[in-house]
């Protein structure tokens, strides 16, 4: 089983910029999509990105294009998303995971293994 930990998180101002990384534990990991989500206080957890096995595909949601950037790097094992232009709703507890396959997917149950997650917080 993969193990995920994310880091990065933090307080900052609306319009600031914040970068998350998710390192992984065990073996295979270049094999698998990743993926972002969220979760806002009383909300469920949404679909954030999401990148496939080699990285030469990704998906947003709408709320995040031209903002968000995922990327990942095989060699080391570690997921990334680069956020700018933050905005107060961004603000929630970051999770990433680990798909059950190697394309992309934005569907929660295609993913087998989460972090724990990291807290963002936007003020305005």
């Known amino acids: 089983q993969v193990q995920l930990v994310e880091s990065g998180g933090g307080l900052v101002q609306a319009g600031g910029s914040l970068s998350l990384s998710c390192a992984a534990s065990?073996?295979?990991?270049?094999?698998?999509?990743m993926g972002w989500f969220r979760q806002a206080p009383g909300k469920e957890r949404e679909f954030v990105a999401a990148i496939n096995w080699s990285g030469t595909s990704t998906y947003y949601v709408d709320s995040v294009e031209d903002r968000f950037t995922i990327s990942r790097d095989n060699t080391k094992n570690t997921v990334y998303l680069q956020m700018n232009s933050l905005k107060p709703e961004d603000t929630a507890v970051y999770y990433c995971?680990?798909?059950?396959?190697?394309?992309?997917?934005?569907?929660?149950?295609?993913?087998?293994?989460w972090g724990q997650g990291t807290q963002v917080t936007v003020s305005s």
């Open positions: 065990g073996r295979d990991f270049s094999k698998y999509a």
């Open positions: 995971a680990q798909a059950k396959r190697g394309t992309v997917t934005i569907q929660l149950p295609d993913f087998g293994s």
